[in-house]
């Protein structure tokens, strides 16, 4: 680690205008978005990344696209370096090719050029409301194999030098049951890779290439050092944890994490988790990173940066055919479940380093999807984000009703959903007393009561917590089970 040279005033203005710009990508994104779940429930995060892809300007909204986007960058300079020029654009849905988070997210990739030089990455990833497969929304519970979760795009390129490929684009007209919201979301994510790079551009004009590359390299040092400094100030030594999560029958999944702390290092350790599972909650390494940094953020304070100088810090050990480092082509397409499990452990573990920053067990995390015919004969299909509760933390009782942990979504307003599509909700609120007792009691959970007023659908359901109940901690008590019904 080598801290560059900018002057203080400098750097702070510089890396002030980087956020901003990626917060101004993320306003755009959420306003041009053509389906619900980009428009609502703001499954969707944009970011800065350098020219080695690590990241330099974000404003995430979820968590794990942070850590798949830099994978998704250095795939596309090892397939097209010397074929990159301004204008072209690139997209990805792989979770193998260029570990996506999966097959139903969508990356769109911009280089930026000053003069004849690469700069820099602006870049998306954002839900699609359907890319084929065998289920409505893509999203199949059912799946066994990647090839089950629908069309799969390895890193293509969509724009060349500002025009269409229009090949590909058919192909992913033809690939949908919703090609104009796709195409719309998509058009929306292209918009922000441009937008991102004319304040970019902007920003090199004003203060010179050389004093913003300079930024993009301190920023990181930065965060590497100060990251560093919080961990010497713990304890040393090592510290395990595991989360249990229902699987088909019997079946119980074991996500277990052990952690190694000495100095200013720390190693997560993760080879004693299951095995792949046949279920789609399978899980890249890249996702694995994203919740070993969610955790260390919220650890130490969650003002750090997520960006490169993170990455340098986090060692993870993986073991090849496990649910977090699967054989291609397990299925993936519920991954936040897995992921969500595995950033229970790492905050269990955690907080016997940390003990101030303890939580108890999270509800389950999950999504719900409805696809069929109106009345007057016209498809359509839904796709909601749902959360729960967080457990009691060190001194406070659990929040309610929200979502939990990376998930971090909106949920969908019933006003909107009614308005949208053929549905009219009975209920929805707070369900008494579903957070575990304890002096520090746990959030409580909510019910969203459906009605169908379409003659035919078909409904998909992600999710867990529905047979192993959030833990409590010291005494407390464990929180209620989901249901669907």
């Known amino acids: 680690m080598i801290l560059a040279s900018v002057d203080p005033i400098t750097f702070g203005v ?13 306003d755009s994104i959420f306003r041009t978005g053509y389906s619900t779940i980009v428009r609502e429930s703001q499954d969707a995060s944009c970011m800065i990344l350098d020219a080695d892809g690590d990241v330099v300007g974000e404003h995430v909204i979820a968590p794990l696209h942070i850590t798949a986007l830099p994978i998704v960058v250095r795939r596309i300079r090892e397939l097209f370096d010397g074929d990159l020029g301004p204008g072209d654009i690139f997209i990805t849905n792989h979770p193998y090719a260029a570990d996506v988070t999966h097959s139903i997210d969508m990356a769109v990739t911009g280089p930026l050029f000053a003069g004849d030089r690469l700069v820099a990455f602006c870049a998306s990833i ?3 409301s359907d890319l084929g497969g065998a289920i409505p929304g893509t999203a199949n519970g059912s799946a066994r194999e990647l090839f089950q979760e629908g069309i799969l795009y390895p890193p293509v390129r969509y724009m060349k030098r500002g025009a269409l490929v229009r090949d590909v684009d058919a192909i992913l007209r033809a690939n949908s049951r919703t090609p104009e919201l796709v195409l719309g979301d998509i058009r929306g994510q292209i918009g922000v890779s441009r937008l991102g790079e004319r304040r970019l551009l902007e920003t090199i004009e004003r203060y010179g290439l050389e004093t913003v590359l300079a930024v993009f390299a301190e920023k ?23 989360t249990l999560m229902e699987g088909d029958g019997e079946e119980v999944i074991r996500y277990h994490v052990r952690v190694e702390k000495s100095g200013d290092r720390i190693v997560f350790d993760f080879t004693g988790s299951s095995d792949q599972t046949t279920m789609p909650i399978n899980v890249r390494p890249s996702i694995v990173r994203g919740c070993c940094y969610y955790a260390m953020i919220g650890m130490i304070d969650p003002d750090i940066e997520n960006n490169g100088g993170l990455a340098r810090v986090v060692e993870t050990r993986l073991r090849s055919g496990s649910v977090l480092d699967p054989h291609f082509p397990a299925p993936t397409n519920a991954y936040m479940t897995t992921a969500a499990a595995v950033t229970e452990a790492i905050v269990a573990a955690l907080s016997r380093l940390a003990r101030d920053r303890r939580v108890a067990g999270v509800g389950g995390v999950g999504a719900f999807a409805l696809a069929g015919t109106r009345p007057d004969g016209a498809a359509f299909q839904t796709y909601e984000l749902l959360g729960s509760a967080y457990g009691a933390r060190s001194g406070l009782d659990g929040i309610s009703g929200v979502a939990v942990l990376l998930s971090n979504a909106r949920t969908a307003p019933i006003e909107i959903m009614e308005t949208e599509f053929p549905l009219r909700f009975r209920s929805f609120g707070l369900i008494a007393d579903s957070g575990g007792a304890g002096r520090y009691r746990g959030g409580l959970g909510f019910a ?7 003659p035919q659908a078909q409904m998909t359901l992600r999710g867990g917590k529905h047979a192993i109940p959030a833990y409590g901690i010291d005494g407390g008590c464990a929180g209620r089970l989901g249901s669907l019904v």
């Open 448 to 454: 969203r009561e459906y009605e169908l007023l379409a």
């Open 14 to 26: 510089i890396s002030s205008r980087l956020s901003g710009i990626v917060q101004e990508m993320q």
């Open 220 to 242: 990181q040092d930065k965060t590497e050092l100060r990251v560093r400094r919080a961990l010497a100030a713990w304890p040393d030594g090592i510290s395990e944890a595991e």
């Open 126 to 128: 954002a839900h699609k």
